[in-house]
């Protein structure tokens, strides 16, 4: 069996910086058209200066990848930090480059380099104003990092305490809610204007907090937001599956070498990148829901961010596919992906 899409696009990834893009750009851009690329670097991306040189850092990068069946180009769209100190202007020069396409709010201290994070939402409002105007899309991390909130109840208290404020103080902000983990966040986008859509994760459409925690813990399943309950999983898929165009694909594919994730603190992330594709289509199978894949996958996140969509396919066999124990990464010890070790029935023909 074989099954071709329009080449997908990864709407949230994480590549980090340096000697990490000869490793992770390839990854992604070997299946994806085009990725939204995360800010948050050290130092993070905050000026449109800084996000302009990191993307010609990638392009190096993406000219040698593998594209397999595929004779896409790979485009990465550029975002900028958000910070309590960036000015407008800055706002304005993000909405007027050909490459920047959206801006990123990190709670401070929320997940991977966000310690210059925002403290208060509403300490930014200025700038989601300028944003609002302009049409510059708003992503967000959408957990509060309190240490009174139960880390399971993080993001259904950030919606209540931050997000919907937002989304009614600036009705006309287009804002996608990233790597969306309860069923809180699904009846938040499902109720809200088409001005709201979410990214789904491989990791919390096939796993729950039991896969992290039962038997032992497992690191390279441990990620913020964290997985959450069984209710919250099934949520997760039938968004998924919906066919609803505000629902689309986005992996949060997070790179960190082995020996930081199998750690006393272990890093939190999921390295999806080299079978993202795969396990998507492992997921909706098992949902029997293939025919629903092309859109989640290809066509409605580039519809919300108001981009054409991809012209190239993307062919995949439904075949016996072990993932790798071990993907090359920085350093001797490499990195474990996402089902390591595991066999899915696709792989890239």
Avoid at 37 to 42: E, F, K, R, W, Y
Avoid at 57 to 75: D, K, P, V
Avoid at 176 to 200: C, M, P, Q, Y
């Amino acid at each position: 069996m074989q099954l071709e899409i329009t080449t997908p696009d990864d709407w949230h990834v994480h590549f980090r910086d340096g000697d990490a893009l000869q490793y992770t750009v390839p990854a992604t851009a070997k299946t994806f058209g085009r990725a939204i690329v995360m800010p948050n670097l050290v130092p993070p991306i905050t000026t449109v200066t800084q996000a302009e040189a990191y993307r010609q850092r990638i392009l190096a990068h993406a000219q040698g990848a593998n594209f397999g069946s595929s004779t896409h180009l790979f485009e990465p769209l550029m975002t900028l930090y958000l910070t309590e100190q960036m000015a407008s202007s800055e706002i304005a020069a993000a909405a007027a480059s050909p490459h920047v396409f959206a801006c990123k709010l990190y709670p401070a201290g929320a997940t991977t380099n966000s310690a210059n994070g925002v403290r208060d939402p509403a300490n930014i409002y200025p700038l989601l104003e300028a944003m609002e105007k302009l049409d510059l899309p708003l992503l967000v991390h959408g957990e509060v990092t309190e240490q009174e909130v139960d880390i399971f109840d993080r993001e259904a208290v950030f919606i209540d305490r931050h997000l919907a404020p937002i989304a009614k103080n600036f009705p006309g902000l287009r804002i996608v809610f990233e790597h969306i983990t309860t069923a809180a966040a699904v009846d938040f986008v499902k109720e809200s204007s088409n001005r709201i859509g979410a990214t789904l994760t491989p990791q919390h459409l096939m796993h729950n907090r039991n896969d992290l925690l039962v038997g032992g813990i497992r690191p390279h399943l441990y990620c913020l937001p964290i997985l959450k309950a069984a209710n919250d999983q099934r949520a997760l898929q039938q968004a998924a599956i919906s066919g609803n165009p505000r629902f689309f694909l986005g992996t949060d594919s997070a790179p960190h070498a082995r020996l930081t994730k199998e750690a006393a603190c272990g890093c939190a992330g999921c390295y999806s990148a080299p079978t993202a594709i795969e396990l998507y289509a492992e997921i909706f199978e098992q949902l029997g829901a293939l025919d629903k894949l092309e859109g989640f996958a290809s066509f409605f996140g580039a519809d919300f961010y108001r981009l054409p969509r991809n012209i190239t396919r993307l062919r995949l066999q439904r075949t016996s596919n072990i993932v790798p124990e071990r993907a090359p990464f920085v350093g001797e010890d490499g990195i474990v992906p996402l089902h390591a070790g595991k066999t899915i029935s696709w792989q890239q023909s």
